[in-house]
């Protein structure tokens, strides 16, 4: 990112990750785990028709994103590549390792770091799944880095707004 005030940034004084709306999007559908290893797996037909739908509900949605974070791994690029046309502003994207199954420590870290002074933050990403034994958190996707970034957040987690949008 380029020196002096990020495009889109906050008008607060104390620019802060923490003053940013995180919009976190699971990968589109991913071939299965045995057609390659974990990382270099690339998208299904499905989710390859998904993420463009997915991009024109977030174009309708009304959030803008000022930066992207990503994982490296196939799916989460082919999904940003493919939602990315639908924007009506497609911002800058920054790939992390940190981001491939990290903890939600990690993804915090990642973001304070990226998402300084900006207000709309999207990270595409994976959905971590709870150890079964886990009874604070009974849900899949991410609900459990969500939980990990904000808490109980300002509505439930267990909230899809995915159910408003592609299938």
């Known amino acids: 990112m380029s020196s002096g005030p990020a495009p889109h940034a906050t008008s607060s004084s104390s620019d802060s990750a923490a003053g940013c709306r995180l919009l976190l999007v699971r990968h589109a559908k991913a071939a299965p785990k045995h057609v390659a290893e974990d990382f270099e797996r690339s998208l299904s037909d499905r989710g390859r028709a998904d993420a463009p739908e997915t991009g024109r509900w977030l174009a309708e949605s009304g959030f803008e994103p000022h930066l992207v974070l990503c994982s490296p791994a196939r799916r989460t690029r082919e999904t940003w590549e493919l939602?990315?046309?639908?924007?009506?502003?497609?911002?800058?994207?920054?790939?992390?390792?940190?981001?491939?199954?990290?903890?939600p420590d990690a993804l915090a870290t990642v973001l304070a770091?990226?998402?300084?002074?900006?207000?709309?933050?999207?990270?595409?990403?994976?959905?971590?799944?709870?150890?079964?034994?886990?009874?604070?958190?009974?849900?899949?996707?991410?609900?459990?880095?969500?939980?990990?970034?904000?808490?109980?957040?300002?509505?439930?987690?267990?909230?899809?707004?995915?159910?408003?949008?592609?299938?």
């Open 83 to 103: 939602i990315a046309p639908a924007l009506p502003d497609v911002p800058p994207a920054v790939y992390d390792d940190r981001l491939y199954n990290g903890a």
């Open 113 to 167: 770091e990226q998402g300084v002074g900006l207000s709309h933050v999207m990270l595409v990403g994976h959905g971590r799944r709870p150890l079964p034994d886990d009874a604070a958190v009974r849900a899949v996707g991410v609900r459990v880095p969500a939980v990990g970034l904000s808490g109980s957040g300002p509505f439930p987690l267990d909230h899809h707004p995915r159910r408003r949008g592609p299938r």
